[in-house]
């Protein structure tokens, strides 16, 4: 069964940090890009950030402030987020696709094709 188990999410005051995590199981987890996905309330998801091998990438709204990183070891996926606005605020979704190359294509856009997607951990930045 695959799964995308995200955590870490919770309140924080803006200029705070946190650090998210997605846990992965069921799939070939190396062989996959991984996306970060954020989904406010009246809102479509929107790329944040994604990770394909060690290529990096960002929308320009997060850019130089959160930073995706992948451990394959243990099937794990981080997003730090420093210097968080009011605007960070929403649900952040982890999402997995076999096609490294759709990182390019999701960050910093509405995206809901990804193959496998986490149920999901709250973000809220209070200003």
């Known amino acids: 069964e695959v799964q995308l188990v995200e955590s870490g999410g919770g309140l924080v005051q803006a200029g705070g940090s946190l650090r998210l995590s997605c846990a992965a199981s069921?799939?070939?987890?190396?062989?996959?890009?991984i996306g970060w996905f954020r989904q406010d309330t009246g809102k479509e998801r929107e790329g944040v950030s994604c990770i394909s091998d060690n290529t990096t990438y960002y929308a320009d709204s997060v850019k130089g402030r959160f930073t995706i990183s992948r451990d394959d070891a243990k099937k794990m996926v981080y997003l730090q987020m420093n210097s968080l606005k009011s605007e960070d605020t929403g649900i952040y979704f982890c999402g997995a696709d076999p096609v490294g190359q759709l990182c390019k294509v999701v960050v910093g856009r509405v995206y809901y094709g990804m193959d496998y997607w986490g149920r999901g951990t709250v973000v809220t930045v209070s200003s």
């Open positions: 069921g799939f070939t987890f190396e062989h996959h890009a």
